[in-house]
């Protein structure tokens, strides 16, 4: 899988939106940009992936240059319980059972 | 989608004893995970377990860590001797095929000492 670097830390106002970088230049043509959250010391909760497209869900979007080196995860309206480590993962799908594997992702802090 | 359930919530054992943690899925899914995370460190992969069987490992689950599927719905990790190093966040997921989307459960903390 490839390599994705992320800041190590962002700082984001209550209300205001959250823009998480992730660059992955070395990012294969069928490897999906996976991200999760880990609130605390939770388990890591998935949020949204893509390939190409940009990606909207209920808790986020995702939006992925069209050469897909980089992409950026947006919170639109980031609240405190949004405070957390970011991470995004390069990941081969059908590539039979080959894990998720984290980094050390972005701390993102919601400051009220 | 359902939760997964862990259990115990946290274990505090001696060095050299044996620990088992469960996790509950739901018992249609397939694939199944255990990561761990010692404190202030990355979430490290662990084992991946398909069909009943031990699909991939990483270099952190020696001879001292099995897995198994005894009932056909928990899922258990067993550290045969505990070793202070082992003291760390133990996470259970599964997937519903094969996919980077995992439901990951609460955890179990180990405590060793």
């Known amino acids: 899988d490839a390599k994705t670097t992320q800041p190590p830390s962002m700082d984001c106002a209550e209300g205001r939106a959250a823009n998480l970088p992730c660059n992955h230049s070395?990012?294969?043509?069928?490897?999906?940009v996976y991200w999760y959250r880990q609130i605390h010391s939770q388990g890591p909760q998935y949020i949204i992936h893509?390939?190409?497209n940009n990606e909207t869900n209920e808790m986020a979007s995702l939006i992925i240059t069209e050469d897909r080196k980089s992409s950026t995860l947006i919170l639109p309206h980031a609240t405190l319980r949004d405070t957390a480590v970011y991470y995004c993962?390069?990941?081969?799908?059908?590539?039979?059972?080959?894990?998720?594997?984290f980094g050390k992702g972005t701390r993102l802090s919601v400051i009220a | 989608e359902p939760e997964v359930t862990q259990t115990p919530s946290h274990q505090v054992t001696q060095m050299g004893q044996e620990v088992i943690l469960r996790c509950v899925p739901i018992s249609n899914h397939l694939y199944f995970y255990w990561y761990r995370q010692i404190l202030g460190q990355k979430v490290e992969f662990l084992v991946s377990?398909?069909?009943?069987?031990?699909?991939?490992k990483s270099e952190i689950f020696d001879d001292q860590f099995s897995v198994e599927r005894p009932d056909g719905s928990n899922f258990t990790l067993k550290i045969r001797s505990t070793k202070l190093e082992d003291s760390a966040m133990y996470f259970c997921?599964?997937?519903?095929?094969?996919?980077?989307?995992?439901?990951f459960g609460e955890g179990s903390r180990l405590t060793v000492l």
């Open positions: 070395t990012i294969s043509g069928n490897e999906y």
């Open positions: 993962i390069a990941f081969l799908r059908n590539s039979g059972n080959t894990p998720l594997v």
């Open positions: 377990f398909y069909n009943n069987e031990i699909s991939e």
């Open positions: 997921a599964r997937a519903s095929g094969v996919t980077g989307e995992l439901f």
């Open positions: 893509g390939l190409k």
